[in-house]
């Protein structure tokens, strides 16, 4: 049974091995170039005290690979689930050669057991390696992302670590389990796309915040979490607006960020302008034949008490919230697989 499921599957697995040998070779080669390149920027920027300008323009160079290798790794779990897990069970019930394995004394869930355990641990170890090679080469990367594209952050957060593994298991799960209901091969290879992807939308946006209570707190104004001053054409005092992210703590995810006054009244945030009353025309705040000399105005803003209050997960919880997350699919991958085992012996003939 175990001949006939590999004979059955080999050339899909064929397939993807090549695809991440490709991708490891690429990355293998390019790898120890980029750490080189991050130490001797590292080195020259401390000396000058250009950290910051370093990290734009390295980041910014290497930002299109950076979201390629993201991407390769988000999408493979789907594609798993798609052409792995959904067709698994269901092109067998369609052609009805699942009658024949059964006659042959091999039992439903003996047959069950070794198409999900051979597919399931083929797809785990993929997406595991997958997703390890990656954050390996994307060390650097990470280090100097800007904050939208930190590690803590949705779009990179689930690209990195051992989360993968979590998914592509529970996506081969979720395809047999949708496979099994439904029995026509396209129709489930849609549905458990649709599926998976709300899934993992909806995990950034409803349940990742909320695995550890968010760390709230009260920061001064700065270059940090600030992205600038201007003047308004009517020159009622000048005009900012709060970056997600918080001074102290480079890298951590931002839920909220929100201006405060000095009575602790919320004036703005997530990024909108607001106006502070600052004369612009005199004192640390005018331009003075240029544009407003920052560090002056953001002592005499900071002076009269504004604020941001911010909620966030700092970075030092990324290890924590991978192993939560990964357990939580392991759950949900160990729900569906009972479920399957119920399918297969009271509904599927």
Known sequence: MIWLTWRQFRASAALTAAALAALTAVLALTGPGLSSQYAAGIADCV??????????????????????????????????????????????LETGTHLLV????????????????????????????????????????????????????????????????????????????VGMLVRRTLPAMALTLAAFVVIQLAMPLLVRPHLMPP??????????????????????????????????????????????DASGRTIGGNGQETTIPVSSTSGPCAPQGGPPNEDPCWAEINQLGYRQRASYQPLERFWPFQWIETGIYAALALGLTGLCFWLIRRRVS
């Open 47 to 92: 000396a000058d005290d250009t950290c910051d300008r370093f990290f734009d323009v390295f980041f910014d160079h290497n930002q299109l690979a950076f979201l390629a290798v993201s991407l390769v790794v988000l999408a493979l779990p789907a594609l798993i689930g798609l052409f792995w897990g959904a067709p698994l069970i269901t092109r067998e």
């Open 102 to 177: 059964w006659s042959q004394s091999v039992t439903r869930v003996r047959w069950l057991t070794i198409k999900l355990g051979l597919i399931g641990l083929t797809a785990m170890t993929a997406a595991c390696l997958c997703g390890l090679v990656v954050t390996w080469w994307s060390g650097p990367l990470d280090k100097s992302a800007v904050v939208d594209l930190a590690q803590m952050a949705p779009l990179v957060f689930g690209a990195r670590g051992i989360v993968p593994v979590g998914y592509a298991a529970f996506a081969v799960v979720l395809g047999v389990t």
């Open 215 to 260: 760390v709230t707190g009260t920061f001064e104004l700065g270059h940090a979490n600030i992205g600038g001053i201007s003047l308004p054409a009517d020159g009622a005092g000048i005009q900012i607006s709060t970056e997600p992210a918080v001074p102290g703590h480079p890298g951590a995810w931002v839920l909220s960020s929100d201006l405060v």
